[in-house]
């Protein structure tokens, strides 16, 4: 079977607008929750979001284009510009016709949707839109844009599967490396929905923390008094490529993709398996297919939420898959730092966990007071500080609404 490597890496997050900031703020266990700016939140539930900082499209696209691209593009294609500069690409030599994109979107063009649709409404009838409305809205325009950019000829196409979106893309990235249809893929995710509708539809569901008092704590996954997810914004990106590839350019190696697991709870549209079945199965595919023992795993980036339900699920299907293991490896939430990115966040938290196997540090759940007795307290969680071990081996899960479940197996890189 062909091997797959990550060679590039870009990131842009409430944490910092590249690898190195968002790394930084990991280590260091800084909350990127703050007040939303983006609109008037008088009338909103919850007022606070883990936002961007100091974004300023003028800075990456000149006017005409910026008009042509919603924000969850713009995100994507800055992110995958960061990648591509990292992975040490030459554009000018590579094959372009075996690089590939796969880019994921939970929701894709909301706010462009958003403020088309109320302009039409206010209006006085006339259908006047944007000859652009379609194209910045749809879930793929992010996808078709990187390649457009780039001159990428290979697989083109976008993944949807509400908060796993990004760990579907990297998973299919993985295959169709493994099955020769590419030699290099471009593969992440997107997402930008601080906005009234993202905002306004996740209270209805009562999935959003409304802890105005404590805004920058409010994300606390395990804890007792969690009360629901912080929304949050940006982009992952990764450049992944066949081993032998990668080896014969000379390229820098982070890790190595060894293993993938998608399965589905069946159960329900918003609510996990309460046993975290589905968690269970796709953890113990993805270790099975890098062909690897339950033992050899140093760490978990789980998808921890902070949602009651959530988290509770999560750790009793680590347990029951784990068994005595559980106690010895690492468990994080860095969520508790970014916020809950929806269709960005595997891959944002894939990169958290590359990260980890790099430098052999675990990134902390942050935010942690007051254990909740229906989660194993044996786990360790890694409260509130980063933690430094040996990482030979970490997963990154990701779950969606509908009972989508993604896991990808991380290996250190051999020297």
């Not at 974004?55 to 910026?66: M, Q, T, V």
């Not at 509708?197 to 969690?226: C, H, K, M, V, W």
Request: proline content about 3%; glycine content about 10%; hydrophobic content about 40%.
């Amino acid at each position: 079977m062909r091997r797959v490597v990550v060679t590039g890496l870009g990131v842009l997050t409430p944490l910092g607008n590249n690898l190195h900031e968002y790394w930084e703020g990991l280590k260091n266990g800084v909350s990127g929750s703050v007040i939303i700016t983006r609109f008037d939140t008088e009338k909103f539930k919850t007022k606070f979001a883990c936002e961007l900082k100091d974004y300023d499209s003028a800075k990456y696209f000149d006017r005409k284009e910026a008009y042509k691209l919603d924000l969850y593009s713009q995100y994507a294609l800055i992110a995958t510009d960061e990648a591509i500069i990292d992975s040490g690409l030459n554009l000018e030599k590579v094959n372009k016709d075996r690089v590939g994109v796969i880019w994921a979107s939970g929701i894709g063009g909301l706010e462009t949707f958003f403020l088309a649709i109320k302009s039409y409404v206010l209006g006085d009838g006339t259908p006047r839109f944007s000859p652009f409305f379609i194209p910045k809205m749809i879930g793929n325009i992010a996808a078709g844009s990187i390649s457009i950019k780039y001159g990428f000829r290979g697989p083109n196409f976008a993944t949807v599967s509400a908060c796993a979106s990004s760990t579907n893309a990297i998973i299919d990235a993985i295959n169709y490396i493994r099955w020769g249809k590419a030699d290099i893929f471009i593969t992440g995710g997107s997402e930008a929905s601080i906005n009234e509708p993202g905002i306004g539809g996740f209270n209805a569901l009562q999935a959003l923390s409304t802890n105005n008092a404590e805004f920058q704590s409010a994300s606390r996954p395990f804890d007792q008094t969690r009360d629901g997810f912080v929304l949050g914004e940006g982009a992952g990106a990764l450049v992944v490529e066949e081993y032998e590839h990668a080896k014969a350019r000379g390229a820098k190696v982070y890790a190595e993709l060894v293993g993938t697991g998608l399965t589905a709870d069946a159960y329900h549209l918003t609510a996990p398996h309460p046993e975290g079945l589905g968690a269970q199965n796709v953890m113990k595919l993805a270790v099975n297919d890098a062909c690897l023992k339950y033992e050899d795993v140093d760490y978990i980036n789980v998808h921890g939420t902070a949602t009651p339900l959530g988290d509770v699920s999560e750790t009793k299907a680590i347990v029951s898959v784990f068994g005595e293991h559980a106690y010895k490896l690492n468990i994080s939430s860095t969520k508790s730092m970014t916020g809950h990115l929806l269709g960005a966040a595997g891959a944002v938290e894939a990169i958290a966990a590359i990260m980890s196997v790099v430098h052999d540090i675990i990134p902390p759940t942050i935010n942690f007071k007051i254990p909740d007795p229906a989660i194993d307290q044996k786990l360790n969680l890694t409260l509130n500080k980063a933690q430094n071990r040996k990482v030979n081996v970490a997963i990154s899960n990701t779950f969606g609404f509908g009972g989508h479940n993604a896991s990808v197996v991380i290996k250190k890189a051999e020297v």
